[in-house]
Each structure stands twice: as structure tokens, then as C-alpha cells.
């Protein structure tokens, strides 16, 4: 009598769950990375995007906005305080932004500490600071009027 075999063997079980776990332990750290790096790539756009509205603002009224937005986490009025002043300034739905954005004016990085302020007239700077519970917190990105920037 011939006997049929519908199943697989515990050796076979083991051997599948053993490659996926290690297909597992490979991707799911480029995923996360992936989406570290397209976060990062939103405050990089948003921030060159200010600067150039800023030299634009700065070249139709001979100074740049006034400081604009308040600084730190999760401000997502923020967008609406610097889109009244350069409506130009894009950025998305606040909801789904990764980083809150803030203008000082008069303002420059310093060498020393890129969070520190060094008074420089005229300029501005620019911040990009991640909002409570994003993918990137910690990451905080800035660029002034001479296009010095930490990214």
C-alpha cells in the first residue's frame, strides 16, 4: 500500500521560518531608514524653500520677514504664522508634517554651536525641529541668509 504525504516535516517548518527571519532582521532595518531618510529629505526641502523665499521677500522690501513662529516641537500653527508673511511657503497639511519650522530674523549659526544664535544684521535663520513622536526626533536642521547650513 502506498502511503501519501499532505504535510510538510518540522525540518522543512524550520528551515522556511529560519529564512524569513533572517529576511526579517535584513529589511526591517532599511525600511526604518528609508523612512528616517524621507523624513530628513522634507525638512531639507522646506528649509531651502524658506531661504529662497526669504532673498525673495529680502530683494522686494530691502529686509527679510520678521521672526516668524515658535521655536520647539509640535507648533503646527506655526506654518499658517509663516505662510502670512511668505505665502509662498508650501510646506503640507501641518498634520502630516515631521518638523515645525520657525524664522528668526537678524540671526545666524554660529561655528561653535549650530543652535546657538550669533548676531549677524542683515539675516535670518531658519529651523526645522522634529514634532513630538516623529520618526526623527533629535534631528534638528537649520540654514541662514548665506546658505550655511547643518545638513
Given at each position: 500500500m502506498?502511503?501519501?504525504?499532505?504535510?510538510?516535516?518540522?525540518?522543512?517548518?524550520?528551515?522556511v521560518l529560519?529564512?524569513?527571519?533572517?529576511?526579517a532582521?535584513i529589511?526591517?532595518?532599511?525600511?526604518?531608514?528609508?523612512?528616517?531618510?524621507?523624513?530628513?529629505?522634507?525638512a531639507?526641502?522646506?528649509?531651502?524653500?524658506?531661504?529662497?523665499?526669504e532673498?525673495?521677500?529680502?530683494?522686494?522690501?530691502?529686509s527679510?520677514?520678521?521672526?516668524?513662529?515658535?521655536?520647539?516641537?509640535?507648533?503646527p500653527?506655526?506654518?499658517?504664522?509663516?505662510?502670512?508673511?511668505?505665502?509662498g511657503?508650501?510646506?503640507?497639511?501641518?498634520?502630516?508634517?515631521?518638523?515645525?519650522?520657525?524664522?528668526?530674523?537678524?540671526?545666524?549659526?554660529?561655528?561653535t554651536?549650530?543652535?546657538?544664535?550669533?548676531?549677524?544684521?542683515?539675516?535670518?535663520?531658519?529651523?526645522?525641529?522634529?514634532?513630538?513622536g516623529?520618526?526623527?526626533?533629535?534631528?534638528?536642521?537649520?540654514?541662514?541668509c548665506?546658505d550655511?547650513?547643518?545638513?
Amino acid at each position: 500500500m502506498i502511503q501519501k504525504n499532505d504535510g510538510f516535516t518540522l525540518v522543512e517548518l524550520l528551515t522556511v521560518l529560519a529564512i524569513i527571519s533572517i529576511l526579517a532582521l535584513i529589511g526591517i532595518p532599511i525600511y526604518v531608514g528609508q523612512q528616517v531618510r524621507a523624513a530628513r529629505t522634507e525638512a531639507y526641502t522646506n528649509l531651502q524653500s524658506l531661504r529662497l523665499l526669504e532673498e525673495q521677500y529680502f530683494a522686494e522690501n530691502a529686509s527679510y520677514v520678521p521672526t516668524t513662529g515658535a521655536g520647539g516641537p509640535s507648533q503646527p500653527g506655526n506654518i499658517l504664522l509663516i505662510q502670512a508673511v511668505l505665502p509662498g511657503f508650501q510646506p503640507g497639511p501641518p498634520q502630516n508634517l515631521n518638523y515645525s519650522y520657525q524664522i528668526v530674523q537678524n540671526m545666524q549659526i554660529t561655528t561653535t554651536n549650530p543652535l546657538a544664535y550669533g548676531a549677524l544684521t542683515p539675516c535670518f535663520y531658519a529651523v526645522a525641529t522634529p514634532n513630538t513622536g516623529s520618526i526623527v526626533v533629535g534631528n534638528t536642521f537649520s540654514i541662514d541668509c548665506n546658505d550655511n547650513k547643518n545638513f
